[in-house]
């Protein structure tokens, strides 16, 4: 059970991914018991460096003193204001002891004193603190960059504790630097650190008892927040999960961070979005379906009637049988068309080309239609550097298409022309027959709408997609005199 548990907080999975939960839950109590630990290493590290610095500090203040004593100068105050209070003890070359500077009446002290005569005896070789350093002036004046002291335990306590040796003759309480009759002495002196040492230990426990206080409340809100947040990302993936089904009437529950509120809208949204599409999908075969119904069955009638020789003019029903097939491959084409256009894993087949001549081309192609109407073609180019990219195909359909409308609706004329514009070309195509309606304007670029003026079917639709596919835009712009199909295509592709 306790091994399950370690894998759910091990933020790592062998596919190389992340648990959110885990992570949550491990890298902030990382941080808080990384940054407690640092704190009591600083803190461990400061009062070290401190405690060192004043005890070497009272230390060696207390052999200054000895120091002018010994040298016969000017004496200073023996007082010294340190965290610190030191004693010492001088004893000779056997470490037997002949001064103690702790009150005699203070049995304690001069126990203390005693017991560190003995330990350096009985340590001397470990230490190499004896040898033939004799305190001469050029020594005592270079004392302060002497050794520091060591740290020894005694019954539990612990002693800074510092040796120097002198050569001289014992005056009372210190040894008086002399040219005759000298005697080596030894000056051990020592504070008691045990206090501080308390006290670093004291607060040791205290922050160890901080950072298992701060980390349990941390890990209990971090466990409680980590559940809330399961509890949300279980209901942002069922309400996920039944969108995938397509389930109806579907209400996402109010989460309590802003952040899934946020994922869950959006996933509304594109649920929203396929279901405009799918009713866009349904709506464009139901109307697809009409379109090629109708010439279908007037195909299929009028083969009937050849067949059963009830038409006098059978050449006139294969006009009409011929005419309804054109429209029904038309049809077929602008859907194939289509749904390459909307198919962007398809890319485009791009390719430089000059728009007058394929303008050109695709109005050369239906001239006999238009000369069979009556009507003719206006070219209106202006010798401009009209060099595009794109997809020859697929922008002479579109082009095919709005001109084929044209041939329909025009009395006399259709316009070519083409202009420089910022960024790119602009292509208007403009023929005098009616006006559309007001009402059709801002319809007229969708599928199968059916306006004023009767079924608009695709063909417009799919010029629409052309023209964004390839960076443009199209608009229609439609009056009592003229109808114009204003293109905008851009000179380089981004």
Not at 215 to 239: C, H, N, P, Q, V
Not at 375 to 388: K, M, S
Not at 433 to 453: S, T, V
Not at 466 to 485: A, C, K, L, N
């Amino acid at each position: 059970m306790a091994s399950s548990w370690l894998r759910k907080l091990n933020p790592f999975r062998k596919d190389g991914t992340k648990s959110l939960k885990a992570t949550l839950f491990v890298q902030p109590l990382a941080i808080i018991f990384l940054s407690l630990g640092l704190m009591l290493l600083i803190f461990n590290i400061s009062l070290r460096a401190f405690v060192n610095d004043e005890v070497n500090t009272a230390v060696q203040h207390r052999y200054d003193y000895l120091d002018e004593l010994y040298l016969g100068q000017a004496v200073s105050d023996d007082q010294y204001d340190s965290i610190f209070s030191t004693s010492y003890v001088i004893v000779d070359e056997q470490f037997q002891t002949l001064y103690i500077s702790a009150s005699q009446d203070d049995i304690s002290a001069s126990s203390i004193s005693n017991q560190v005569v003995n330990y350096f005896r009985e340590h001397d070789d470990d230490w190499d603190l004896l040898g033939d350093d004799e305190a001469d002036e050029l020594e005592i004046e270079e004392s302060e960059s002497g050794s520091n002291p060591v740290f020894i335990t005694l019954n539990d306590s612990n002693y800074a504790v510092k040796l120097q040796e002198y050569e001289g003759q014992l005056r009372d309480y210190y040894v008086r630097q002399s040219e005759s009759m000298d005697q080596t002495y030894y000056v051990l002196v020592f504070a008691n650190i045990s206090p501080v040492q308390g006290f670093s230990d004291l607060v040791n426990w205290i922050l160890a008892g901080l950072t298992l206080v701060i980390g349990l409340l941390a890990s209990g809100l971090i466990f409680l927040t980590s559940r809330k947040l399961d509890g949300s990302f279980s209901s942002l993936k069922t309400y996920i999960s039944k969108v995938g089904r397509r389930e109806q009437n579907l209400v996402l529950e109010r989460l309590p961070y802003d952040e899934l509120n946020q994922v869950g809208q959006s996933v509304e949204t594109m649920s929203h979005m396929i279901d405009v599409n799918q009713r866009s999908q349904k709506i464009f075969f139901q109307n697809a379906s009409h379109e090629l119904r109708t010439p279908l069955m007037s195909i299929q009638g009028y083969a009937e009637a050849i067949r059963e020789g009830v038409v006098t003019d059978s050449q006139a029903a294969a006009a009409i049988i011929q005419e309804e097939s054109g429209k029904m491959k038309q049809l077929v084409d602008d859907i194939l068309t289509l749904a390459r256009v909307e198919d962007f894993q398809q890319a485009l087949v791009v390719e430089d080309l000059s728009l007058s001549e394929l303008l050109y081309d695709v109005s050369w192609r239906l001239k006999p239609k238009a000369d069979s109407a009556g009507l003719q073609f206006i070219h209106d180019f202006q010798g401009l550097d009209d060099q595009i990219q794109g997809d020859e195909a697929l922008l002479e359909s579109a082009i095919s298409n709005i001109l084929n409308n044209a041939l329909r609706f025009a009395r006399k004329n259709i316009t070519l022309a083409t202009r420089q514009v910022e960024n790119g070309l602009e292509v208007r195509l403009s023929n005098d027959g009616p006006p559309i309606h007001p009402e059709d304007l801002e319809h007229i670029f969708k599928r199968f709408y059916k306006g004023k003026e009767g079924n608009f079917g695709i063909g417009l639709a799919m010029t629409k997609e052309i023209m964004e596919r390839h960076g443009g835009s199209i608009s229609v712009q439609s009056d009592e005199s003229t109808t114009t199909f204003i293109i905008f295509l851009p000179t380089e592709r981004k």
